[in-house]
């Protein structure tokens, strides 16, 4: 029979009391709601109804930069996706061409979501740098769900970072 010792005074942390959540800082989230509407003078994109739209931006619009201009601007990227493998070498255009499109049909609906950049690195691998973690998974996902291989995901919180790695 197993007996647990707690010491006076000392109480065990829940997850969920907030006694020791952090908060995330994401220097690239809006602070507040910006005025609407509000146009991206980088890209165009238009902030209306509560989110960034691609639209024509209304005379006397706001300008204020969205955030994944002000991620690109600072070389600052949010998703990181590592592509390698020799199925990926043998492949490398077709797969190339899922992840563009990914990222042109997720950006038609969601101007924050881009690709930054598409680096080839020492090791062989391909480097894709995004400015929205959620672009980054979806991306790995849909490569996964296409070719199957080894797909893995390291989130940091307090960065507000993803890490994906596919490799077949």
């Known amino acids: 029979m197993s007996h647990a010792t707690t010491t006076r005074g000392f109480h065990p942390a829940h ?8 908060r995330v ?20 994109a238009v902030f209306h109804a509560g989110r960034w739209q691609w639209m024509k931006a209304p005379a006397g619009a706001h300008r204020e930069t969205c955030s994944a201009c ?8 949010a998703g ?17 061409n899922l992840v563009h499109n990914h990222e042109k049909h997720e950006g038609s609906e969601h101007p ?16 894709v740098t995004t400015t929205d973690i959620h672009l980054a998974r979806g991306m790995g996902e849909a ?7 080894e797909l893995e995901f390291h989130y940091n919180p307090e960065e507000n970072l993803l890490r994906v790695s596919w490799t077949h």
Request: charged residues 25%; glycine residues 8%; contains cysteine.
């Open 15 to 22: 997850p969920h009391d907030g006694i020791f959540q952090e």
């Open 25 to 44: 800082h994401d220097a690239y989230k809006l602070k507040g709601k910006l005025p609407e509407p509000t146009v991206c003078p980088q890209c165009g």
């Open 112 to 127: 924050l979501k881009r690709i930054m950049a598409v680096e080839e690195k020492k090791d062989g691998a391909t480097l």
């Open 143 to 149: 490569l996964h769900h296409a070719y199957q291989g």
């Open 70 to 77: 002000h991620r690109i601007h600072d070389h600052y990227p």
């Open 80 to 96: 990181f996706l590592t592509l390698n493998g020799a199925f990926f070498h043998a492949h490398r255009d077709e797969i190339m």
